[in-house]
């Protein structure tokens, strides 16, 4: 309810990262529709989605082909969990 402009604009998720403290490359957003990759995106921020929303996967990648797209939380769980590994 502190913004002005809601999704797909990028004012939430930039108000998070500057209470937070935290640059865009060291975050991610997980959504379930396709406004969210666009907002994701217009924050400069990895953004995953999860089918399980309201949009499809051709929904999905019409906003963008570069998208990680995960059928449920628990991909999305395991894609984090080794990406951690990876990176460590």
């Given at each position: 309810?502190?913004?002005?402009?809601?999704?797909?604009?990028?004012?939430?998720?930039?108000?998070?990262?500057?209470?937070?403290?935290?640059?865009?490359?060291?975050?991610?957003?997980?959504?379930?529709?396709?406004?969210?990759?666009?907002?994701?995106?217009?924050?400069?921020?990895?953004?995953?989605i999860?089918?399980t929303?309201?949009?499809?996967?051709?929904?999905?990648?019409?906003?963008?082909?570069?998208?990680?797209?995960?059928?449920?939380?628990?991909?999305?769980?395991?894609?984090?969990?080794?990406?951690?590994?990876?990176?460590?």
């Amino acid at each position: 309810d502190s913004v002005k402009n809601l999704k797909p604009a990028p004012e939430m998720l930039l108000k998070i990262l500057e209470y937070f403290k935290i640059l865009p490359e060291n975050a991610f957003y997980a959504g379930d529709m396709d406004i969210d990759l666009k907002t994701g995106i217009k924050a400069g921020i990895d953004t995953y989605i999860v089918l399980t929303g309201s949009s499809t996967k051709k929904e999905i990648l019409k906003v963008s082909k570069n998208v990680r797209i995960f059928s449920d939380l628990i991909e999305l769980k395991k894609f984090l969990i080794s990406s951690v590994f990876i990176c460590s």
